[in-house]
């Protein structure tokens, strides 16, 4: 074990050719970030519903945070433990020489989650971790570090299942959701995390025209810029927990950054459409779009959905629509899914990719799903409906599998289409 010091100096974290990390992120995507994490070199990856679990080597804290689009943070398990009350937790966490992770000088904080477990609070279970943390600084140099809430120099996660603990590194701080580029809010924004997640759902190809006619506060135009042009989100963060830890090193960050940087592209061949018939809004998303630097990317027009228009050959529109909860409460919506679907039909050709957290409201499209995928919008449970549209009259491909093999029924024309 690492030799204790004065609590100010802190002894370096050893450096391991490999170490495990837990990326979470909403439900639903973690087979997204999966194929994010493969990408930037992470093997023995685990899908667990809520996040991933893999192994990577000491930079990957680094390429994560700046790269990761459909994640929420990266975390670092330092201890794993089996805690069935709160000594046992207290002493598996001062059993670790936290000179390595930080300075008495510095601070910290804890957020917590139990489950199953017979510590059932999770406000005490965090206090605990503190407590032990803080004390085995103040009997090794008199002070301690003290805690702050808000922007803790060593942000700490404590998971506690089945009394087995698991404490982490917090490496991203801030969830990386907030990007940074958005400001003031329309009525229910879409999570960043979730808009990149769901553009990597529809597989677009990053090469051609996409639109989304009903675009709000611009989170899902931005998103697509973003992805498009190569540009890594962590750019626009100003700070990570992690560049004031012992092990920091500066010159990986500053040259993965660097190469993130002369990755971006100035421009696109293709355009990105972001409309919307609140002018407020499009405002709204036209100064989210310049703080994240892809304004000249997008085409924002102030338009109802029923006059939205395209210069050139649009085959993907993504979109997520309101849907009240009911619709006695705002009973215009009926009839603007109605002007949705009409929109779709002047596209035929084209993919029409809808989050929806109310099925009442998407059978007024006049059109069959061809794929839904559920995902989690808040607290809404929601689907991803992928919309094909026809040449007017026309029919979908023949399915040429065996019955037992298809999915959904037969397709017929609907009548309110024609």
Excluded at 217 to 233: F, K, N, Y
Excluded at 275 to 301: C, I, K, N
Excluded at 359 to 370: D, E, I, P, Q
């Amino acid at each position: 074990m690492t030799q204790p010091t004065d609590g100010d100096t802190p002894v370096p974290r050893p450096k391991d050719a490999a170490r495990e990390y837990f990326v979470a992120c909403p439900p639903g995507l973690d087979g997204v970030v999966a194929g994010e994490l493969a990408a930037l070199g992470a093997t023995d990856r685990q899908l667990l519903g809520t996040g991933v679990r893999c192994m990577a080597d000491a930079g990957m804290r680094y390429r994560a945070n700046l790269w990761l689009r459909a994640a929420i943070r990266v975390l670092e398990p330092v201890l794993k433990a089996d805690t069935p009350d709160p000594k046992a937790l207290y002493e598996a966490v001062r059993s670790i020489d936290w000179s390595r992770y930080m300075s008495g000088r510095q601070t910290l904080s804890v957020d917590c989650r139990v489950q199953d477990s017979a510590l059932t609070h999770s406000k005490y279970a965090a206090l605990t971790v503190k407590d032990a943390i803080v004390d085995q600084f103040r009997d090794r140099t008199g002070s301690r570090p003290n805690v702050d809430t808000q922007a803790a120099d060593l942000p700490l996660h404590l998971y506690v299942h089945r009394n087995r603990a698991t404490l982490s590194l917090d490496t991203s701080g801030t969830t990386l959701h907030k990007r940074g580029y958005r400001g003031a809010m329309v009525r229910s924004p879409l999570n960043e995390a979730l808009a990149a997640g769901i553009l990597y759902l529809t597989r677009w190809d990053r090469a051609s025209a996409l639109a989304d006619p009903m675009c709000g506060s611009g989170t899902l135009p931005i998103e697509a810029a973003m992805l498009a042009a190569r540009r890594a989100p962590g750019l626009l963060r100003t700070r990570f927990p992690f560049e004031g830890w012992p092990d920091f090193d500066a010159a990986a960050w500053s040259t993965a950054r660097a190469e993130a940087r002369a990755l971006a592209l100035p421009e696109l061949p293709f355009p990105l459409y972001a409309s919307d018939h609140h002018a407020g809004a499009l405002d709204l998303a036209r100064q989210a779009a310049r703080a994240a630097g892809v304004e000249p990317l997008v085409r924002f027009t102030v338009a109802d959905v029923g006059e939205f228009a395209a210069e050139a050959p649009l085959r993907m529109m993504v979109l997520n629509p309101p849907y009240g909860e009911r619709l006695d409460a705002e009973t215009d919506l009926p009839e603007l899914y109605r002007k949705l679907g009409g929109a779709f039909r002047r596209f035929p050709g084209a993919t029409a990719w809808v989050l929806s957290g109310n099925a009442s409201l998407t059978r007024f499209l006049g059109m069959r799903a061809t794929k839904q995928v559920k995902l989690l919008n808040g607290t809404i449970e929601c689907r991803l409906l992928r919309y094909e549209v026809f040449p007017l009259g026309a029919e979908p491909p023949k399915d040429e599998r065996p019955p037992q093999q298809r999915r959904g029924r037969k397709w017929t024309p609907n009548p309110k289409t024609k």
